[in-house]
């Protein structure tokens, strides 16, 4: 079975643009969430969408926006870019919440954008 | 808040030594607790959880982790590290009524032959 997708895999930007990121979740997985890593730092919550609602957000700026389609497939969107916004944008996929004995996120391995 | 401290920024073992990476946590209640690893330009792999239970906990590649209630700490340990295993090891909680994994800022780990 395929992991988790996402795409781009790099990108480059400038300040002021907008950029999308776009990830598939794991076959059944109805949630995905979205983390931030700066370099050099663990990964910061972004958001959380399950059956297509939001469920759970960071202490992002509202700058930074998602939504999770019927497919289950989300896309992360960023207005506005800044140079603190330079990361590596890791989407996760889980079948519902974390607690539990079933309770795993997996990860895809991230889109980073540079922003100049 | 719940947060989670991993104290070492950057640990050093000779292939064949055993290693401990050190992760303590802030959380009112029973925790769910994660280790995962990070190779360069990659995403994040989970080597084990704990949730309930056994405080032991055995993971994939060779690792386990001890949850240790009274000091607040989930050691993550391997008897003989392999060169293969140099990479960033992540500390997790989860929170945010169960939505949300809180990560420590990661060691990075370096194996010398």
């Known amino acids: 079975d395929a992991g988790v997708t996402q795409s781009p895999t790099h990108l480059i930007k400038t300040r002021g643009q907008h950029v999308t990121l776009r990830c598939s979740p794991i076959s059944g997985h109805k949630s995905v969430s979205w983390y931030q890593q700066v370099l050099g730092q663990g990964p910061q919550f972004i958001f959380q969408y399950y059956e297509k609602e939001e469920r759970g957000r960071g202490n992002f700026p509202d700058r930074f926006s998602a939504r999770q389609f019927p497919n289950y497939s989300s896309e992360l969107n960023v207005n506005a870019l800044l140079l603190g916004d330079s990361a590596l944008y890791l989407c996760?996929?889980?079948?519902?919440?974390?607690?539990?004995?079933?309770?795993?996120?997996?990860f895809g391995e991230g889109s980073r954008l540079t922003v100049l | 808040a719940q947060s989670v401290t991993q104290p070492d920024i950057h640990i050093t073992v000779s292939e064949g030594a055993s290693l401990e990476l050190r992760c303590n946590y802030s959380y009112g209640a029973t925790p769910y607790l994660f280790w995962y690893v990070q190779s360069p330009g990659q995403g994040l792999q989970l080597l084990l959880k704990y949730f309930s239970g056994d405080t032991l906990v055995q993971g994939i590649k060779g690792f386990e982790a001890e949850f240790k209630r009274s000091q607040s700490s989930f050691n993550l340990r391997k008897p003989s590290v392999h060169w293969s295993d140099a990479a960033e090891y992540f500390c997790a909680v989860v929170t945010g009524t169960a939505s949300k994994l809180t990560f420590g800022t990661g060691t990075r780990l370096q194996v010398t032959l």
């Open positions: 996760a996929s889980s079948r519902k919440g974390l607690a539990g004995a079933s309770g795993e996120l997996f």
